[in-house]
């Protein structure tokens, strides 16, 4: 019986061995930085395309102060420290403010609706009708953001340019 245990755990243990090399786990952060500094720039281009002075309106009836210089500031934040998260630049800089825009998005839009972000009203004409999402989104940017700050940017990143100079 225990040879049987020993010989299942070393089956067990190769079949996971690849995913445990530095050489691959290495490269953990890069879909992290692809899909948060992509999803960024994406919610950045959709408030801009659709004219700060909106999304300022949608500030003020918040209650969010000053919101013409709010909506520029979140706008800017999004695509800039996006960008720079996309291409693994200054990591840690960035992440601080990205974090305080999801953060303020939490308790000021996302919070009231729940946790899910998927909230399926209806179906009409075949199409889905889905409601207000939850934080559950706003909580896994900021465990990406967190993962990257303590786990490093990862391979392909700017900020390997930099650490060599």
Partial sequence: MNTLLQSSERVG?????????PSVAGWAPLPLRLIVGYGFMEHGFAKLSRGPAAFATI????GVPAPH???????LIELVCGLADLLGAFITLVSLPM??????????????YGFSSIKLLSVTSGRAQFGP????????????????????SG???????FKKK
């Fill in 99 to 112: 974090a305080a825009v999801v953060v303020v998005a939490t308790l000021t839009v996302h919070l009231p």
């Fill in 133 to 152: 999402p939850g934080y559950e989104l706003d909580l896994l940017y900021l465990a990406c953001l967190a993962a990257l700050v303590f786990g490093g």
């Fill in 59 to 62: 500030l003020q009836t918040i």
């Fill in 13 to 21: 243990s190769t079949s996971f061995a690849f995913w445990k090399r």
């Fill in 69 to 75: 210089l709010m909506a520029w500031l979140t706008i």
């Fill in 155 to 161: 391979p392909m990143a700017i900020d390997h340019y």
